[in-house]
């Protein structure tokens, strides 16, 4: 019986780095836009201007987005290969999976906007309502799970048992910056609705 060791080299460097690489992501966008709430940092680098502050950290995120990708596929082309997967169905499925993802990961950056997609709402850039339109009328969170969903495209094209390991490893981490994005984001707005309602009332 084939080990799990044999279609997963956990010697290469390359798979780690691309590890670090995707828990690294998560983590540091939850700390810096935490920080910017509670200090308003990015406004005050950007001369008092939220949008220029939110702007930045996009593009931040963006790029380490870039380098994270890479460093997926560089890590992928040094796993082994499952034959069992490199099969024209598979690919087929492989592509179906890609685009799906994509099409959820484009399409919630569409309707949010930059300030909504890379966290305006740390920089008290609100939206006026919540956004229930596709994708968001299929899952709450499409830019996660269209990412993961990427991930195992891409794992699945190339037939890298390491990659769908890879795209297990990736939900997790999207489903753990979850669990303190949500509450803290649903904080955010019930403050502001608190403060319209006070406001309605004087």
Same mark, same amino acid.
């Given at each position: 019986?084939?080990?799990?060791?044999?279609?997963?080299?956990?010697?290469?460097?390359?798979?780690?780095?691309?590890?670090?690489?995707?828990?690294?992501?998560?983590?540091?966008?939850?700390?810096?836009?935490?920080?910017?709430?509670?200090?308003?940092?990015?406004?005050?680098?950007?001369?008092?201007?939220?949008?220029?502050?939110?702007?930045? %950290? =996009?593009?931040? @995120? /963006?790029?380490? +987005?870039?380098?994270?990708? &890479?460093?997926?596929?560089? #890590? *992928?082309?040094?796993?082994?290969?499952?034959?069992?997967?490199?099969?024209?169905?598979?690919?087929? %499925? =492989?592509?179906? @999976? /890609?685009?799906? +993802?994509?099409?959820?990961? &484009?399409?919630?950056?569409? #309707? *949010?906007?930059?300030?909504?997609?890379?966290?305006?709402?740390?920089?008290?850039?609100?939206?006026?309502?919540?956004?229930?339109? /596709?994708?968001?009328?299929?899952?709450?969170?499409?830019?996660?799970?269209?990412?993961?969903?990427?991930?195992?495209?891409?794992?699945?094209?190339?037939?890298?048992?390491?990659?769908?390991?890879?795209?297990?490893?990736?939900?997790?981490?999207?489903?753990?910056?979850?669990?303190?994005?949500?509450?803290?984001?649903?904080?955010?707005?019930?403050?502001?609705?608190?403060?319209?309602?006070?406001?309605?009332?004087?």
């Amino acid at each position: 019986m084939d080990s799990v060791k044999t279609y997963i080299d956990f010697s290469q460097d390359s798979l780690k780095y691309s590890a670090l690489s995707v828990a690294f992501n998560p983590i540091f966008w939850n700390i810096v836009a935490r920080l910017e709430y509670n200090t308003h940092f990015l406004t005050k680098l950007a001369l008092g201007k939220p949008k220029c502050g939110c702007y930045t %950290l =996009a593009v931040t @995120i /963006f790029s380490l +987005g870039i380098i994270r990708d &890479l460093l997926y596929e560089k #890590a *992928l082309r040094d796993q082994p290969t499952y034959d069992t997967l490199d099969m024209f169905p598979v690919k087929i %499925l =492989a592509a179906l @999976i /890609f685009a799906y +993802g994509n099409v959820l990961v &484009l399409s919630s950056m569409w #309707a *949010l906007g930059v300030t909504g997609t890379y966290l305006g709402d740390y920089f008290g850039i609100l939206m006026d309502a919540r956004v229930t339109g /596709f994708p968001f009328n299929i899952t709450d969170n499409p830019m996660y799970y269209g990412s993961t969903l990427s991930f195992l495209g891409t794992a699945l094209w190339f037939a890298k048992p390491a990659g769908i390991a890879m795209s297990a490893f990736v939900l997790v981490m999207y489903m753990t910056a979850l669990r303190f994005e949500e509450p803290f984001t649903a904080e955010i707005y019930a403050k502001r609705d608190r403060e319209r309602a006070a406001g309605k009332t004087k």
